[in-house]
């Protein structure tokens, strides 16, 4: 979706009211099969239009282009798949079987060309008349397994179709050799695909019920459906928050619980539309569809492979949600055994801290809050005591106090307090001394220069103020009228500018 992303910001350049022209949204529909509502969705959301013309003009053009190449009775693509495909097509199995007994090597392929002969320790690509290897397709990745023959070996490593219609194998050989013609034996690794159809039902199944919760404008923008986890990319413009998240996570389970049968049909497109099948590559889809239905809960076109009940899927664990780009959402899940595997993980983590905490699980989340406040306490206390080691007590040190009347006069000086620990002093000093009348002029030396904070009691603002105090005293800053804060003075006149301080506030209570 890294195009998706790079297209808004491209509608963010183009400001508002601004035109997304037809050949690009064509491009992102044609490559990436972004549907073509749900770009001018997004672009609503910019306050832009799709030149909807235009995408029709490209549309057709490429209409075009595809009666006349069927006219030629081909598809385009790489030559050398091409070539191959007019030999012959791969007839595909696999929606019914993981293994047959007698298929047939119609090409063998290394380094990207056609090749006589692949031997033990090489790696190439088969080409089989009939496999039972689901090819990497609509988010489902392709299947891996075993092609053999007597005296010979290959683990395929993976599943593609270059061009529609022809399945190519990746292979590793690990025994004897293959060429083309050899009739062999072929075996999908079960494990692996049973891992995938779990997590493809999973997906239509979370499919369905994120458009039930969230929105019908829940439109997926793409997947992946690996044996070991899936992941589910759809529009939608806001996070979904943890209560929504465990709904859905509810709803799919329901299903699963419900055990409903998973039934594929082969139809007309216009009658799989019309019974609300959900398409997601639109036109991409030849005349005849397939359509995968989890009655009463899901209907989409798909040519993945699935579980026969939704039993099979067995569990179904959210592990995460985030969004991953402007008004796109993504959703990462486990089913089956993998869930299985996390849930007894997390289950593990719970009982560890249960037994660090001296508590059930029902009581950690309150445990645990308590120990954030105890470790907030403790740290609070520990800056208090941090800081009377810097001034050694803040206590005012006799000299440093003097008497004017009634009112109490303190000018300590500290050495290597930041602005902040000094006003957290002074702050001190004033909570304590609450209910005297008191002013202070406080000064310390750091690596910032000298900082002064002048401060006054409450009962004494309406008399002296803090700022004046400091503008008294020649020096820059200013504050509340309790508290002020202030520097411009030489480390070296510190001394002076104390007994100016006392001086100052004394004319000042007796003027
Ligand atoms: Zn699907």
């Known amino acids: 979706m890294v195009e998706l992303s790079k297209t808004v910001e491209k509608l963010r350049r183009a400001g508002k009211g601004g035109v997304i022209p037809g050949p690009d949204a064509f491009r992102l529909y044609d490559t990436y099969g972004l549907p073509i509502d749900f770009l001018e969705e997004l672009a609503q959301d910019y306050e832009l239009t799709v030149d909807r013309e235009g995408f029709e003009r490209e549309l057709e053009g490429q209409r075009e282009r595809a009666r006349q190449s069927s006219k030629m009775g081909a598809v385009t693509g790489d030559p050398l798949y091409m070539g191959l495909l007019e030999k012959g097509a791969t007839q595909f199995i696999g929606y019914d079987s993981l293994a047959h007994e007698d298929a047939h090597i119609l090409a063998v392929l290394k380094d990207g060309q056609l090749a006589a002969r692949l031997d033990e320790g090489e790696a190439g690509q088969i080409v089989l008349d009939e496999t039972p290897f689901y090819a990497q397709a609509g988010g489902q990745v392709g299947d891996h397994g075993i092609i053999a023959a007597q005296g010979s070996a290959a683990d395929v490593e993976d599943t593609h179709q270059p061009v529609p219609g022809l399945y190519v194998h990746d292979v590793q050989v690990t025994a004897g050799g293959f060429e083309s013609g050899m009739a062999v034996r072929v075996h999908v690794d079960e494990g692996l695909r049973a891992g995938a159809m779990r997590n493809h039902t999973g997906t239509h199944l979370l499919h369905a019920a994120l458009r039930e919760t969230l929105g019908t404008h829940v439109k997926q923008a793409g997947s992946l459906v690996a044996p070991d986890r899936l992941r589910f990319d759809f529009s939608h413009y806001q996070g979904v928050g943890p209560r929504e998240l465990t709904h859905i996570q509810n709803r799919v389970n329901e299903q699963i619980l419900r055990n409903a049968p998973v039934q594929t049909r082969v139809m007309g497109r216009e009658e799989a539309l019309a019974a609300g099948a959900l398409a997601f590559f639109g036109d991409k889809y030849g ?22 009940q939704t039993g099979d899927i067995g569990l179904f664990l959210v592990t995460a949600e985030q969004g ?12 089956g055994e993998a869930a299985i595997t996390r849930a007894r993980e997390d289950q593990g983590i719970l009982e560890e801290l249960e037994e660090s905490a001296k508590t059930d699980r029902k009581g950690l989340v309150d445990e645990y809050a308590k120990m954030r406040e105890k470790i907030r306490a403790l740290e609070r206390e520990r800056d208090q005591l941090k800081m009377r080691l810097a001034t050694g007590g803040t206590g005012p040190a006799s000299g440093d106090v003097q008497e004017v009347g009634d009112v109490q006069v303190w000018t300590p000086r500290f050495e290597g307090l930041d602005r902040k620990a000094h006003a957290a002093v002074v702050d001190e000093y004033r909570n304590k001394n609450r209910n005297r009348p008191f002013t202070l002029v406080s000064s310390s030396s750091s690596d910032e220069g000298v900082n002064v ?59």
Do not use: W
Request: hydrophobic share 40%; glycine share 14%.
């Open 324 to 335: 991953i780009s402007a008004g796109t959402r993504r959703v990462e899940a486990l089913t």
């Open 453 to 511: 904070i002048s401060a006054v009691s409450d009962s004494l603002k309406d008399r002296v103020k803090a700022p004046e105090i400091l503008k008294r005293l020649g020096l820059r800053g200013g504050g509340r009228p309790d508290f002020a804060q202030g520097g411009g003075v030489a480390a070296g006149d510190v001394d002076d500018l104390r007994r100016k301080a006392v001086e100052g506030i004394r004319q000042m209570l007796t003027a």
């Open 287 to 308: 005349e005849r569809v397939r359509v995968v239905e989890i009655p009463g809960f899901s209907k989409e076109f798909c040519g993945g492979t699935h579980v026969r």
